[in-house]
């Protein structure tokens, strides 16, 4: 049996060395996205929308919010213990030795759910929180948050920077668990399965604006997510198309070609409806045959089988490489 195991485990490895992709694992977000400036663009968008290092909300619908970000409940509870962990004396004093008792001694995973102030522990948390041990505080556990939204965001196939921070502000407001349905109905809007990439900012808000007619869940706080798009593209100016810089081909249209954007989604996001002409050139500007054009209309279908068609055209071969397109297309006309 050790034999056999060993056997199999060497056929793999031989095979995985003539093609390494076998082995290759898709690339990281820290390999793809810089998140030193992810991180700081996020934050500007929490700046804007959501509050101050001095914020507190005493309660915001069933608990409190506080800080830039608004943390909210059991989060605002571990942000005050990191405070308090961090500078315990000042901390004490501030908040006054009941309340400071009382952070410190709530389990921190199901703590202060409900938990709502007074106008008294309000003022003494503001004071707190827009300390420079709670702006330090705030900013660490803030970068925290965001790289692991993102990293949920880039595991469910988001892939460019802009697309992440929205994906990030929608983590953060629906939470872990409300993101999984979220997701779903993004991508039923999109018609893209699981395995199927994002590809930009675009594609993103378009299919949330979609499933908004579906879903009241998505439909309720459709102003929030124009707000961060609006962001986005005019305040922080990041483009809302595919990562142009990612895609193979060089010889893309000028930056305001109709195409470009088109052309780097297609060559990035979805070669499977059709390849450039080499490895590194589209030919954006070649002249496009009927076969050529017929292709690519049924990959991006999904390349369906045109079941009891038959073929009867004269000048179409059954065996060319556009006869089940041709076949297919057919079928969708009649």
């Not at 929180?129 to 993102?150: H, N, P, T």
């Not at 579906?214 to 798009?229: D, F, P, T, W």
């Amino acid at each position: 049996m050790n034999r056999i195991i060993i056997s199999i485990l060497l056929v793999f490895c031989l095979c995985a060395a003539l093609h390494p992709g076998v082995l290759a694992a898709e690339p990281s977000l820290e390999d793809s996205v810089n998140v030193d400036q992810l991180v700081v663009h996020a934050m500007q968008i929490y700046f804007e929308l959501e509050g101050d290092y001095d914020s507190v909300v005493p309660q915001d619908s069933n608990a409190l919010s506080i800080g830039f970000l608004q943390w909210h409940g059991a989060n605002a509870l571990k942000l005050l213990q990191q405070i308090c962990e961090a500078a315990p004396d000042f901390s004490d004093e501030t908040l006054g030795s009941a309340l400071y008792g009382e952070i410190m001694q709530a389990p921190r995973s199901s703590g202060w759910r409900n938990r709502v102030l007074g106008s008294a522990e309000a003022a003494s948390i503001r004071t707190l929180i827009s300390s420079d041990v709670g702006v330090a505080c705030q900013d660490q556990l803030a970068r925290e948050l965001i790289l692991e939204e993102a990293r949920h965001g880039w595991d469910r196939g988001v892939r460019t920077e802009a697309a992440l921070l929205y994906y990030c502000t929608v983590e953060h407001q629906y939470g872990v668990g409300g993101i999984s349905f979220f997701m779903q109905y993004v991508r039923a809007a999109m018609g893209i399965t699981e395995d199927e990439h994002i590809p930009s900012l675009d594609a993103f808000h378009s299919a949330v604006l979609e499933a908004a007619d579906s879903h009241s869940s998505i439909r309720n706080y459709l102003s929030g997510r124009k707000k961060v798009y609006d962001f986005i593209v005019n305040d922080l100016q990041l483009s809302a198309g595919p990562d142009v810089a990612a895609t193979p081909s060089e010889d893309l249209p000028a930056p305001a070609h109709r195409a470009r954007a088109a052309i780097a989604w297609v060559d990035c996001c979805r070669p499977e409806i059709t390849g450039g002409s080499s490895d590194t050139a589209f030919f954006p500007d070649a002249i496009v045959t009927r076969s050529e054009a017929v292709t690519p209309l049924r990959a991006a279908a999904g390349r369906p089988e045109p079941v009891g068609i038959v073929l009867p055209l004269e000048d179409a071969a059954d065996n060319a490489f556009y006869c089940m397109p041709v076949l297919w297309v057919r079928k969708k006309a009649y």
